[in-house]
């Protein structure tokens, strides 16, 4: 399927595989954290690349011992209006120092991509009848930031020299 | 007062542009309505009764004579020639259309104003005292901080999908409370410790609404270049915890009450202990570069005028007097008074201006100041600058304008929601009672006898109107079909914050200001002198006498209970 990634759009193999259905032989597979604390010897056997998919309320030290070895990290946000993800992303990057792929997931807008990229997601899988296209538009819509997040800790006050008026 | 350079206009500009193509791919259908919702409501337009409410922010209440006659251009091309103060400092338009919200949008951008977080569930306008920066009991101006506030919290990427709605509120005056601070979500409060430093109390948790709550203190006492950290600490707790199961328990208030205040603490200062040490520590430079913007205008040095003011308290001109005594308070520079004006003028609803009033006033506040007036959280607004000389002249044109009205912090200064005449929540009208109410107590003379008191009134359990925190709060509710009201006594804003209690069962609309005049007559009776104010009579004897003047005695009280099975 179509995700974007780093701003731009790409092909994506990983497929999600929900708890209870088997895992494919091969191929790049996203499974539940639960799952992959179950079946990790298992996993990490098989050929092709695991991530772990972070349910809402699945905070972000809760994947904290397993950043190491994941291929990805998988943030679901079950409606847009479901915030908790934006605060584990930001965890992952600015406390866990985690360096891979942070993936959002479940009800991904346009409107919310920004945001998100401020707290160091860097793929997004798009709500499916969406127009990916038109999406990649939202990382261009404003050229400053007031505050730090993970895409750069600063305030506006600490990276430009605001000279008083 | 606070002015944008390239980096805020850019950042509101291109805002505008962002809204602008929202609404355009909302028109074609790209996005849908529940889609839509969130993103109009970041920018301050919700869907109401009738049509769409555009609420403009104005930061911490400071607004320019140019910003003003802004407001007014917008009220006459884009709304019905009015606009409305809110008890959040905003101001409100009933009638915008969709179509012209972005030409809207570019208007306030071009005066340094927006509708920016005005509404959802993200941190709104960022509230203090009225009387910033020219009140003598301050310790300093809290503008600054609420403008560093206001920064950090724009666009902030983790919280803008937070469980519910989320508000802050700074005071900088020992022991006094004009803002409501320990009814926000947040209540920031300067204080200053045994070595003379000063920092920030930090009250979390309190709210109205259907749950009312008083804040909890939380920090105790935060180091002044800590306050981001701390902030950004509490918000991501509640970002990761506040529950997001029920609509009705997602405040704040609900979380910090759950867990405990102690419990609340441990989480934050754990979390904060993480983050303080890092790029939130505040910069002196850069506070000073905001401080800067609210440096005190340049005074003329005018000899001390409270001779002055006695002289006019007690003159001949009596509408003068009562406007002196009620409605000019104190100031920092000596010959100079904050002059409150208050939109409670009998036949209009509270805090409504229409677009020539705002034009007017705009040029009432250069002539009589420097042009800056001040959204008090009462829907009044400030004349923060006048010269005690002028206060005559300025008192004749407020009389023109039908602005003079001398009621300040008396009976018929109420606040209202809008009630059910607009909002979609609301159970029952607040305007109506608002406007009897102003037209039976106009007597100046019988308002001033009362005393200080305030008078709160909300059309519905979502409590705009304030209603637990009036010393008389008025709560309307749908009883079969029919419009009734139930009176409070006991709650307060101010520093001795304090929750209202319920008088008795709820009256049909036509008894509500008789059973007013009653309880006014009965606190006359019980009261030992004018300083006795209405709060402290109820705090001191209960609710029972004030419920036997209302209802009748408990032996009545009972049969009627008897009759009616």
């Known amino acids: 399927m179509q995700i974007i990634r780093n701003g731009a759009i790409v092909e994506d193999a990983f497929v999600h595989v929900a708890n209870g259905a088997e895992i494919p032989a091969q191929g790049d597979v996203i499974v539940s954290l639960s799952r992959y604390v179950e079946e990790r010897d298992a996993l990490r056997a098989r050929a092709g690349k695991v991530g772990v998919r972070l349910a809402s309320n699945e905070e972000a030290h809760t994947v904290e011992p397993y950043l190491g070895e994941v291929a990805l990290v998988a943030i679901e946000f079950p ?45 997004y899988e798009l709500k499916a009848g969406k127009d990916i296209q038109g999406a990649l538009q939202a990382f261009g819509e404003f050229s400053e930031s007031y505050q730090g997040a993970a895409d750069d800790p600063r305030p506006l006050f600490r990276r430009r020299n605001r000279a008083a008026i | 007062m606070y002015q944008y350079d390239e980096f805020d206009q850019r950042i509101v500009d291109e805002r505008a542009a962002q809204f602008a193509g929202q609404v355009e791919r909302r028109f074609s259908g790209e996005i849908t309505e529940n889609e839509f919702k969130p993103l109009r409501l970041q920018n301050g ?34 709304d019905r020639g009015y606009g409305h103060f809110t008890t959040r400092q905003n101001c409100q338009y009933n009638w915008p259309r969709l179509e012209d919200m972005p030409e809207i949008h570019r208007c306030l951008a071009s005066v340094e104003m927006h509708s920016i977080q005005t509404s959802g569930n993200c941190v709104r306008n960022v509230t203090a005292d009225h009387f910033a920066g020219v009140a003598p009991d301050e310790l300093e101006d809290p503008r600054p901080w609420c403008e560093v506030i206001r920064q950090w919290s724009t666009f902030h990427p983790e919280f803008i999908a937070l469980p519910r709605k989320f508000k802050i509120a700074v005071g900088t005056t020992p022991g006094v409370d ?72 997602a405040r704040i208030k609900i979380l910090v009450n759950a867990l405990g205040a102690d419990e609340f603490r441990k989480r934050v200062e754990a979390e904060w202990a993480l983050i303080k040490d890092g790029p939130l520590k505040l910069d002196p430079a850069e506070f000073e570069r905001i401080a800067k913007h609210f440096a005190p205008p340049a005074y003329e040095k005018l000899p001390d005028a409270k001779a002055e003011l006695d002289k006019l308290r007690l003159g001949k001109d009596r509408e003068l007097a009562r406007f002196v005594t009620n409605n000019v308070s104190k100031h920092k520079a000596p010959g100079y008074a904050a002059v409150v004006v208050c939109l409670k003028q009998k ?74 005449d607009y909002c979609a929540l609301a159970n029952a009208r607040s305007i109506p009672i608002a406007l009897e109410v102003m037209q039976r107590f106009e007597d100046i003379d019988y308002q001033n006898d009362l005393g200080e008191l305030n008078l709160k009134i909300s059309g519905c359990i979502n409590a705009c109107g304030h209603h ?98």
């Open chain 2, 45 to 78: 337009l919700y869907m109401q009764l009738h049509a769409y409410m555009l609420r403009v922010a104005v930061p911490y209440g400071t607004l320019s004579a140019k910003q003003l006659r802004m407001l007014a251009h917008i009220a006459r091309k884009y």
């Open chain 2, 178 to 249: 004009r803002a409501a601070v320990a009814f926000h979500d947040i209540g920031v409060r300067m204080i200053e410790n045994e070595q003379g430093e000063r920092g920030f109390q930090i009250l979390v948790g309190g709210g109205l609404g259907r749950t009312p709550y008083i804040a909890q203190l939380i920090g105790h006492f935060v180091p002044k270049w800590d306050l981001l950290s701390y902030l950004e600490a509490v918000l991501r707790v509640y970002n990761t915890h506040g529950r997001r199961d029920n609509l009705h328990k």
């Open chain 1, 79 to 123: 409606t847009f209006k479901d915030g908790r993800g934006y605060t584990t992303a930001r965890l992952l990057r600015d406390r866990y120092g985690y360096k891979g792929e942070i993936r959002a997931v479940g009800d991904v807008l346009r409107d919310q991509l920004r945001a998100m990229r401020r707290c160091g997601f860097d793929a």
């Open chain 2, 347 to 420: 036949d209009v609803p509270p805090g409504d201006m229409t677009d020539e009033q705002m034009d007017a006033f705009a040029a009432l506040s250069e002539r009589f100041g420097f042009g800056e007036l001040r959204v008090t959280h009462t829907q009044n607004l400030v004349l923060p600058d006048v010269r005690v000389s002028d206060l005559p002249a300025l008192h004749a044109e407020l009389s023109k304008l039908g602005l003079a009205t001398p009621n300040h912090n008396k009976l018929t200064d109420l606040i209202a929601c809008p009630g059910l």
């Open chain 2, 468 to 565: 637990h925190i009036g010393n008389i709060g008025i709560l309307g509710i749908d009883k079969g079909g029919v419009e009734h009201y139930q009176i409070m006594l006991g709650g307060s804003a101010g520093y001795d914050a304090s929750l209202g209690e319920f008088l008795g069962k709820a009256l049909p609309q036509e008894q509500v200001v008789d059973a007013l005049t009653k309880l006014l007559h009965c606190y006359l009776g019980l009261r030992h002198s004018v300083e006795d104010r209405l709060i402290d009579v109820v705090r001191r004897v209960g609710l029972s006498p004030f419920k036997e003047a209302v209802y009748g005695p408990p032996t009545i009280r009972q049969g009627v209970a008897h009759a009616n099975h």
